[in-house]
């Protein structure tokens, strides 16, 4: 049987092949920081996507309030510039409010806060606000 040398391939009884030949280097490992850095940035991007959901929701203080209600709490972007003037006292901005809820406009259809609007619309002196309520059949100074 000849010398074994380093890149020879013998077979043992039960016919498999074997590869005598020098050791497999070893695997590189990677360093552990860069399992730390890639975790911080995972965990900061998370960070970030749950700060981004909550940007718009307004503080504890220094809210303005109407009603009871926080302004600007769950307003879609199409409403903000009427919401922010019938906040200020607009009556045609609240019947607009009214109008934009109760027919589903660029909003989720919601008759109760349509009708809300359309209330605090005739409070305010929108005669136009009155006419919506009689034609809905409700008189304006129902609670």
């Known amino acids: 049987m000849p010398a074994p040398d380093s890149a020879t391939i013998y077979r043992n009884a039960d016919t498999q092949p074997i590869l005598v030949g020098p050791p497999a280097p070893p695997v590189p490992r990677r360093p552990r920081w860069r399992y730390l850095i890639g975790g911080f940035i995972a965990v900061l991007t998370l960070a970030g996507?749950?700060?981004?959901?909550?940007?718009?929701?307004?503080?504890?203080?220094?809210?303005?309030?109407?009603?009871?209600?926080?302004?600007?709490?769950?307003?879609?972007?199409?409403?903000?510039?009427?919401?922010?003037?019938?906040?200020?006292?607009?009556?045609?901005?609240?019947?607009?409010?009214?109008?934009?809820?109760?027919?589903?406009?660029?909003?989720?259809?919601?008759?109760?806060?349509?009708?809300?609007?359309?209330?605090?619309?005739?409070a305010a002196g929108s005669v136009a606000a009155k006419k919506d309520l009689e034609q809905l059949g409700l008189a304006p100074a129902q609670p």
């Open 49 to 122: 996507a749950a700060l981004s959901l909550f940007r718009d929701h307004p503080s504890a203080s220094g809210a303005d309030l109407l009603d009871g209600t926080r302004a600007g709490k769950n307003v879609p972007p199409a409403l903000r510039p009427y919401y922010e003037r019938a906040v200020t006292g607009d009556a045609s901005a609240m019947r607009m409010l009214g109008t934009m809820y109760y027919n589903g406009l660029n909003v989720p259809q919601d008759a109760r806060e349509g009708i809300r609007w359309y209330r605090k619309a005739a």
